[in-house]
């Protein structure tokens, strides 16, 4: 009994390590980045952790860079392309959201013809490299007057954040019983009321974690918004490509906006933090 | 309150299943009617048709004299208590209940108090905060009868109200609801495959198979007179013998002689006009387990039977006992102090007021 005990936590400890230990692996290129956008820029390659931390980055991002070098371009517009990036990612979100809710409730519960098949071309916009409908794409977007608008970069955002949506929601509604619709029906709801107060509250995990995921993939976007958007449209992603030129490459305000770009997904996901553990693993079995 | 009635009531599914087929039947104001038959006998479809979460294919169907067929679910002023409870899981219990009434907008003090009355009804009052995820099968059961009957509906449906709950709450429930019913006095229809259940609590039983109505009446009717061997087989537990025979005329007797050879039996007087009438060729005698006597293998009754035992079990009240008659197994229900070993030979006679005859070709009762 005594063995048993000590053995347990012998388990416990061990197992506590070794998650320690992955915690540290899986976050270390985070907590790098945190670093190196605290560095000046003499500091920048070295491996020091021990160093004088500066904002200087910070400030040349947000507010321009009071030494700006020539030919280093557009560094301090950081504001304008992380709305932009909000823009575009929230639009995306949004659109599919609108769509892809009806169109997974359908899909779990009317039987027609041609389903399944609707149902994985869907899925298949996830197959194909982004790259490999680029060139097409831009082409028509050239013609259709898409190219370089917020628009359009929502609507080609569309090949990744709806199908997700799509397939972690059908899911969701195929778990949802129907006799709990034909007894709200009986009592007498219109089909909107029923899916406003009874079907959406039950999906709720499900669209929380599916939402965040189409998110984070919508915001970490970059070839359809290099090649489908110009200046006006330009996003975090892309503007990174700003820090490097021939001359110097500013790995430290890189990595200063990079952090900042990452705050959006992070207070998303601690605000529905709690929908998502159940949300993902749920998803990730079923869907 | 309502009386519910069918007429030539057909269901036909896309892909030409026919589910229902010209189904008759009325429901008296208050009577508590059970539908009963196997699964895929049509008692759900008929069900949702009255409900009316499914098309009439073709028929009429009227409650309290008004024709409902083009009707929506909540204009028909029906209730139904789904098999699954299908309760609501992100309101409470209170407004599980309350949610019809809101439907109607019901002022507020009027649903509190409607409420209220169904769940002392049904004995709830202490869970009406509660999420129904939070609740045990009985409970949930309460609350989707509460919900049903607090709008007070003319036509009260229960689908399989008892399948999910344990032996001992099943018991219990059966008892609940014959209360309700009788405490409530609506319409009130159950469907179910147990034939226990249909016994213990309605009035009347629909036997349905094969999406044709079979026999409606009392327990007594459909026990004692089953219209076809369907019916027969299908209620009464262990379910009745059944052994195919042929009319022999001997003299001025009438004899009933198994195909197999393995017995003849003298004719009832009171069943001999029958078999005469029908001209039957082949008869098919039933004759439930519990009509059978177990005699003595010398017994010189004419209408003993030799037959020989297959199995004999004491199963504490009775014994059952299995017995070799020609080449059919026949069951008997038998006191359990009888000591019979695998091979004895005894006789068997079966009552002759408990016979029952059909015609083998119509699988009518004659």
């Known amino acids: 009994?005594?063995?048993?005990?000590?053995?347990?936590?012998?388990?416990?400890?061990?197992?506590?390590?070794?998650?320690?230990?992955?915690?540290?692996?899986?976050?270390?290129?985070?907590?790098?980045?945190?670093?190196?956008?605290?560095?000046?820029?003499?500091?920048?390659?070295?491996?020091?952790?021990?160093?004088?931390?500066?904002?200087?980055?910070?400030?040349?991002i947000l507010f321009g860079d009071p030494r700006a070098a020539a030919g280093v371009v557009a560094r301090q517009e950081f504001p304008r392309f992380f709305m932009n990036s909000l823009i575009v990612s929230s639009g995306a979100v949004i659109l599919s959201l609108l769509v892809g809710v009806p169109a997974a409730y359908a899909l779990a519960r009317y039987r027609f013809r041609g389903k399944e098949d609707l149902a994985f071309t869907f899925l298949s916009f996830r197959f194909a490299p982004e790259l490999v409908v680029i060139i097409p794409l831009s082409v028509l977007y050239r013609?259709?007057?898409?190219?370089?608008?917020?628009?359009?970069?929502?609507?080609?955002?569309?090949l990744v954040t709806l199908p997700l949506l799509i397939w972690v929601l059908?899911?969701?509604?195929?778990?949802?019983?129907?006799?709990?619709e034909q007894a709200a029906m009986i009592d007498g709801y219109p089909w909107w009321r029923i899916f406003w107060s009874i079907l959406l509250p039950l999906v709720r995990p499900g669209l929380?974690?599916?939402?965040?995921?189409?998110?984070?993939?919508?915001?970490?976007?970059?070839?359809?918004?290099?090649?489908?958007?110009?200046?006006?449209?330009?996003?975090?992603?892309?503007?990174?490509?700003?820090?490097?030129?021939?001359?110097?490459?500013?790995?430290?305000?890189?990595?200063?906006?990079?952090?900042?770009?990452?705050?959006?997904?992070?207070?998303?996901?601690?605000?529905?933090?709690?929908?998502?553990?159940?949300?993902?693993?749920?998803?990730?079995?079923?869907? | 309150m309502a009386e519910l009635r069918l007429e030539h009531i057909y269901k036909t599914y896309k892909g030409g299943v026919e589910a229902v087929k010209d189904l008759n039947l009325t429901v008296k104001d208050g009577e508590f009617l059970a539908l009963l038959g196997p699964s895929g006998c049509g008692k759900t479809s008929t069900l949702r048709m009255i409900v009316g979460l499914e098309d009439i294919t073709s028929g009429e169907m009227y409650i309290g004299g008004r024709l409902v067929n083009r009707l929506e679910p909540n204009q028909r002023n029906v209730a139904l208590a789904f098999?699954?409870?299908?309760?609501?899981?992100?309101?409470?219990?209170?407004?599980?209940?309350?949610?019809?009434?809101?439907?109607?907008?019901?002022?507020?003090?009027?649903?509190?108090?409607?409420?209220?009355?169904?769940?002392?009804?049904?004995?709830?009052?202490?869970?009406?905060?509660?999420?129904?995820?939070?609740?045990?099968?009985?409970?949930?059961?309460?609350?989707?009868?509460?919900?049903?009957?607090?709008?007070?509906?003319?036509?009260?449906?229960?689908?399989?109200?008892?399948?999910?709950?344990?032996?001992?709450?099943?018991?219990?429930?059966?008892?609940?609801?014959?209360?309700?019913?009788?405490?409530?006095?609506?319409?009130?229809?159950?469907?179910?495959?147990?034939?226990?259940?249909?016994?213990?609590?309605?009035?009347r039983i629909a036997v349905m198979n094969l999406g044709v109505l079979q026999q409606v009446g009392t327990f007594d009717e459909i026990y004692n007179h089953p219209v076809n061997e369907f019916v027969a087989g299908f209620i009464g537990e262990p379910p009745m013998n059944i052994l195919p025979t042929r009319p022999v005329q001997e003299g001025d007797k009438l004899w009933l002689a198994a195909l197999d050879g393995g017995f003849r039996l003298p004719l009832p007087d009171a069943l001999r006009a029958k078999v005469e009438r029908s001209k039957a060729q082949t008869i098919d005698l039933g004759v439930r387990p519990i009509h059978i006597e177990t005699l003595d293998s010398s017994s010189e009754a004419v209408d003993a039977l030799p037959a020989t035992v297959q199995t004999f079990e004491s199963?504490?009240?009775?014994?059952?006992?299995a017995a070799q008659l020609g080449d059919s197994t026949v069951l008997v229900v038998t006191s359990p102090l009888l000591e019979?070993?695998?091979?004895?030979?005894?006789?068997?006679?079966?009552?002759?007021?408990?016979?029952?005859?059909?015609?083998?070709?119509?699988?009518?009762?004659?």
């Open chain 2, 83 to 203: 098999e699954t409870y299908a309760l609501y899981p992100p309101l409470s219990v209170f407004d599980n209940i309350a949610f019809c009434l809101r439907a109607r907008s019901v002022p507020k003090h009027e649903i509190a108090q409607r409420v209220r009355r169904v769940a002392e009804m049904l004995d709830i009052t202490d869970i009406l905060d509660r999420k129904p995820a939070e609740l045990g099968g009985g409970q949930k059961q309460r609350v989707s009868l509460a919900r049903a009957l607090v709008r007070d509906p003319d036509v009260f449906l229960m689908d399989e109200p008892l399948s999910h709950l344990d032996a001992a709450l099943r018991a219990h429930m059966r008892i609940e609801l014959k209360r309700l019913h009788a405490q409530t006095g609506r319409t009130t229809i159950l469907v179910t495959h147990d034939q226990l259940e249909a016994v213990a609590m309605a009035q």
């Open chain 1, 170 to 180: 059908r899911s969701y509604f195929e778990d949802v019983s129907p006799d709990i």
């Open chain 2, 315 to 321: 199963l504490g009240e009775e014994g059952q006992l």
């Open chain 2, 340 to 366: 019979l070993e695998r091979g004895d030979a005894v006789k068997l006679r079966f009552r002759p007021d408990r016979i029952h005859l059909f015609d083998a070709a119509t699988q009518q009762a004659l």
């Open chain 1, 1 to 60: 009994m005594q063995s048993k005990v000590s053995n347990n936590r012998l388990a416990a400890i061990l197992s506590d390590g070794f998650l320690g230990l992955y915690f540290i692996f899986a976050l270390f290129p985070l907590l790098w980045m945190v670093l190196v956008s605290l560095k000046s820029g003499e500091e920048l390659f070295t491996t020091q952790f021990v160093f004088t931390p500066t904002l200087e980055n910070y400030q040349a």
């Open chain 1, 143 to 158: 013609q259709l007057g898409l190219y370089d608008t917020y628009w359009g970069i929502i609507w080609v955002y569309q």
């Open chain 1, 208 to 287: 929380a974690a599916a939402a965040l995921l189409a998110f984070v993939f919508a915001w970490n976007n970059f070839i359809f918004a290099l090649v489908l958007g110009g200046s006006n449209v330009q996003t975090v992603t892309v503007s990174a490509l700003g820090y490097i030129s021939s001359a110097q490459a500013f790995f430290n305000r890189m990595a200063a906006a990079s952090v900042l770009a990452s705050i959006p997904q992070i207070v998303l996901a601690l605000s529905i933090q709690r929908y998502l553990i159940r949300g993902l693993s749920f998803g990730a079995v079923k869907g």
